[in-house]
């Protein structure tokens, strides 16, 4: 007799079975050439934060950069295979980056068919396991009204979270809601400035680029 209690599954392990079934295998993944001819021409969002070892004066130093997928340039079939299959596998093993990473393919339709259901349920996991780019994300869908209704406030939510996280790009999201306004308000331009000023801090801080604008 099978003893049900031992089999069974924690809620995590659900989780993580349903999107092994959601994510196409790499055997019968299907690749694009270009951009998907239904999203628009701008990506959004942006890719997960890597960090590097480098050389600095004969020590080794953290460098943090943004870099998109290789998937997004790889052209060989062949290797684009085996670049999925691994970003597959780190998802499934609860890598918020390379769950982060697939959702953002998808949501750009880069590489792969477009797919704004899967990206957002990509996000997330990620979000879920603490990625600030998978915040970042979910706010730039819900901004842009890809795959969704556009809802400002959850947008400015998200992008909240998301600099809590450590990604100072979404203060530049935020100054760019308040300055527009939100669902139909008058703009605040006092909470524009505030935070203009430190996102603008921050990229004098450390020389990064924004994505997503």
Not at 120 to 146: D, M, P, T
Request: charge should be neutral; hydrophobic fraction near 45%.
């Amino acid at each position: 007799m099978i003893n049900r209690k031992a089999v069974r599954m924690s809620p995590d392990e659900k989780v993580f079975q349903f999107l092994d079934a959601l994510l196409p295998d790499a055997e019968s993944m299907r690749f694009v050439e270009s951009r998907s001819p239904c999203v628009a021409d701008a990506d959004i969002g942006m890719p997960s934060l890597r960090v590097l070892k480098a050389p600095v004066d004969g020590n080794l130093a953290y460098l943090t950069i943004k870099a998109a997928s290789p998937l997004v340039t790889m052209v060989d079939p062949a290797l684009l295979r085996i670049l999925y299959r691994s970003l597959r596998d780190d998802a499934l093993a609860s890598d918020p980056d390379a769950l982060n990473d697939l959702g953002w393919l998808w949501i750009n339709g880069r590489r792969v068919p477009f797919d704004s259901v899967l990206a957002r349920r990509l996000f997330k996991l990620a979000y879920v396991l603490g990625s600030g780019e998978a915040a970042f994300n979910l706010g730039e869908q819900a901004w842009y009204g890809r795959g969704m209704c556009v809802n400002q406030d959850l947008a400015a939510s998200y992008y909240e979270q998301a600099y809590e996280r450590g990604v100072t790009c979404a203060a530049q999201a935020l100054g760019r809601l308040h300055e527009k306004g939100m669902d139909g308000q008058a703009p605040d331009f006092a909470k524009a400035t505030h935070w203009y000023r430190l996102a603008a801090g921050a990229a004098f801080a450390s020389g990064e680029k924004c994505y997503g604008f």
